[in-house]
């Protein structure tokens, strides 16, 4: 008797999903390379499809345009936050789970600093990113909101001001780091969000 199949599908699935994302990535980071080399302006879908040896429809399923590849490391930020979050232990109070996740935030921009130097060049550089660059956005705050309220409790208005302010200490802290303004970055990062205590449902 053949054992049944949907334990395979789904190891199917997960392998194709890795495989998605690393070509996404490695996608991002011939971007990226040529963003710094060049400066944004100058570089076009065609010419990231040919560092990345894609064609043009695979990065449509990756980026809807350009500028969303600038955005990739945020996007890989909020991930990072929301794994966290999802992972934290049960009874963790709510400002110590989101201290955990925006410090491993924090390891990972220390990690990528050239990189994302790099970037914060480009966009300051760029005619057409110049004042927009990436950051969350109040939706994604609310489904960080969310993601700590399925740990338990309601989305209450405290909820979403302990995520907004959070939100808002690692912006302090991430233009502290890029001005230099930092001795220790992690423990600048650590300081910025201890001062961060608002109490849900209190």
């Known amino acids: ?29 011939a ?8 400066g944004y302006d100058h570089v076009t ?4 499809c040919a560092a990345a040896d ?4 695979t990065f449509h399923r990756y980026f809807a345009a350009k500028e969303d590849v600038v955005a990739e490391p945020v996007r890989r930020m909020t991930a990072l936050t929301h794994e966290r979050i999802a992972a934290a232990p049960p009874g963790t109070a709510d400002a110590e789970v989101l201290r955990l996740a925006l410090l491993a935030v924090g390891r ?9 130097l790099g970037l914060r060049t480009v966009a300051l550089q760029s005619a057409h990113l110049r004042g927009s660059q990436p950051g969350v956005r109040p939706d994604e705050e609310a489904q960080l909101a969310d993601r700590l309220a399925e740990r338990g409790g ?3 208005w405290r909820r979403r001001l302990l995520v907004g302010c959070a ?13 230099g303004r930092t001795g220790d970055p992690l423990a600048h990062l650590d300081e910025i969000l201890s001062a961060v205590q608002v109490t849900p449902g209190a």
Request: net charge positive.
């Open 167 to 179: 939100i808002a200490g690692f912006r302090v802290w991430y233009d502290d780091y890029f001005r």
């Open 45 to 48: 879908v065609q010419d990231i």
């Open 154 to 156: 309601a989305v209450d």
């Open 31 to 38: 971007a990226w390379r040529l963003f710094i080399e060049r």
């Open 54 to 57: 894609i064609a043009p429809r």
């Open 1 to 29: 008797m053949r054992p049944p199949s949907h334990g395979r599908s789904r190891a199917i699935e997960s392998l194709r999903d890795r495989k998605r994302e690393q070509s996404r990535t490695a996608t991002a980071e």
């Open 108 to 116: 990972f921009v220390v990690e990528h600093r050239d990189l994302l």
